[in-house]
């Protein structure tokens, strides 16, 4: 089933009311990718002094329990741990192909998810100074499949993995398999399941298409069986969304934005409202963190903060409550 909501035209090219743009760093050089390290943002391209063919795909993680946060980054055909602080390279496997990874616990061991060549759920962790991995499920669809994050989906307390336009139930114990169900049937198309996905609190989560023009975004409640495809509700504006690469969510708002050239616009959807937040060079990292939105682009980083004080105060009328998906 699915509910369309159509909402205002959004104009982005300047700040409405509601957000200032505080902040708009040049990068230097092109970025290829971002990953958030707790407040800090890594971007290969500007951060890091990366040699090398970096692809856009990577996340952080804490590979050696010292403390910082390392990289997970693929440069050409190889997948690397840089180490920092001094972003020390070491191999963790060859014929690597990836633009999806988050840093996780699987099976009582931390280490590094991702869906290999769009198809190939994989983790990877380090045992006794080598690097081992386990492919956990293949998706076999018309569609690449993109888009990764751990959440608990069907109530029996153990983390479940949301991947593509699918989620993946967690087995009792590590010798058993998973299971796949579809949330949706974004499949039809070579690229349509290539996704940016965000959880909120609820449960219900938001995709969006990230390499599509136009780009649909929709919010997707779970039934009764969530084996079954979910209720989806989708979100519209005039004109309409293009290449979403930027999402992000809290109790009450989703946020997204364009990776579409000059004139990308961030957005708020909030209330029942679309609300101009600014417009980019293109962005493909979004985060919200102590009420600071931060968009990561090719050209720039910016940041955002509302114009007024306590904006999640009365006049949210609906907010949406639960607990949030766990972190890794």
């Not at 938001?206 to 979100?235: G, I, N, S």
């Not at 519209?236 to 364009?258: H, K, M, W, Y």
């Not at 963190?289 to 009328?317: F, I, M, P, Q």
Request: glycine share 10%; with cysteine.
């Amino acid at each position: 089933m699915t509910r369309v909501l159509v909402l205002l035209t959004v104009t982005a090219t300047v700040c409405g009311a509601d957000w200032i743009r505080v902040a708009r760093t040049p990068v230097r050089g092109e970025a290829r990718g971002a990953a958030f390290a707790g407040p800090d943002v890594l971007t290969w391209g500007r951060d890091l002094p990366l040699r090398g063919s970096f692809e856009a795909g990577g996340c952080a993680g804490d590979v050696n329990e010292d403390g910082r946060m390392d990289l997970i980054a693929q440069e050409s055909n190889e997948m690397l741990w840089l180490e920092a602080p001094s972003w020390q390279r070491h191999r963790i496997d060859r014929d690597a192909d990836f633009s999806d990874c988050l840093w996780t616990m699987l099976d009582g061991r931390r280490g590094v998810l991702l869906i290999h060549q769009r198809i190939q759920v994989r983790f990877y962790w380090l045992e006794s100074g080598k690097w081992q991995y386990r492919d956990i499920y293949s998706i076999y669809t018309p569609s690449a499949q993109g888009g990764l994050l751990r959440g608990e989906v069907d109530g029996d307390g153990r983390e479940d993995i949301y991947a593509g336009n699918y989620w993946m139930q967690a087995p009792e114990s590590g010798d058993r398999g998973w299971r796949l169900f579809a949330l949706n049937n974004w499949w039809e198309q070579a690229r349509s399941a290539m996704l940016r996905i965000a959880i909120i609190r609820d449960g219900r989560i938001v995709m969006a298409e990230r390499e599509a023009e136009p780009a649909r975004v929709a919010v997707f409640e779970r039934p009764v069986d969530p084996k079954q495809f979910w209720t989806e509700t989708r979100l519209e504006t005039s004109p309409p969304l293009r290449f979403v690469q930027g999402l992000t969510v809290n109790a009450v708002s989703i946020f997204v934005a364009e990776n579409a050239g000059p004139g990308s616009r961030v957005i708020e959807f909030r209330d029942g409202r679309t609300i101009g937040i600014g417009a980019t060079g293109g962005v493909f990292a979004l985060r919200l963190l102590n009420g600071e939105l931060t968009a990561v682009g090719a050209d720039a980083v910016y940041r955002w903060r509302r114009a007024t004080t306590g904006s999640d105060r009365a006049g949210t009328k609906k907010p949406v409550r639960g607990n949030k998906a766990s972190k890794p």
